[in-house]
């Protein structure tokens, strides 16, 4: 699926909000020191997300102090490889669950595993 669809930053910062609030509440609760963040052009080809940062499996009494996890959601290539604008809502729904799984300490094989 090749497309290159044209949403603007501002709807798109409204698709990464309306992902994030389908995160269920118990999940949400124990996120902590994160920020999601739209981004137009990731810093390598082929990414549509990144996380980085310390997952919460990996913290301990160490962890203090320190700058927010980022999760950064790239709008050009997810537009690039969407069709139409139900394409990009679901393309940003599974890369928003997708890092917000790595900073739950979730590894790639392991999203796969899932489904994801």
Avoid at 42 to 60: A, K, N
Avoid at 86 to 92: A, G, K, N, W
Wanted: aromatic share 6%.
């Amino acid at each position: 699926m090749t497309g290159v669809i044209e949403v603007s930053r501002e709807k798109f910062e409204e698709l990464v909000a309306e992902a994030l609030d389908t995160i269920p509440p118990e999940l949400t609760k124990v996120m902590d020191n994160v920020v999601v963040v739209v981004v137009d052009d990731p810093p390598e080809p082929d990414l549509l997300g990144l996380y980085t940062g310390i997952p919460l499996t990996e913290r301990g009494d160490w962890y203090a102090g320190v700058l927010p996890d980022r999760i950064e959601i790239y709008r050009n290539p997810i537009c690039a490889i969407c069709e139409t604008e139900d394409d990009v809502v679901e393309e940003v729904q599974i890369t928003v669950v997708h890092e917000i799984a790595h900073h739950f300490g979730i590894d790639d094989d392991r999203l796969h595993e899932l489904g994801w």
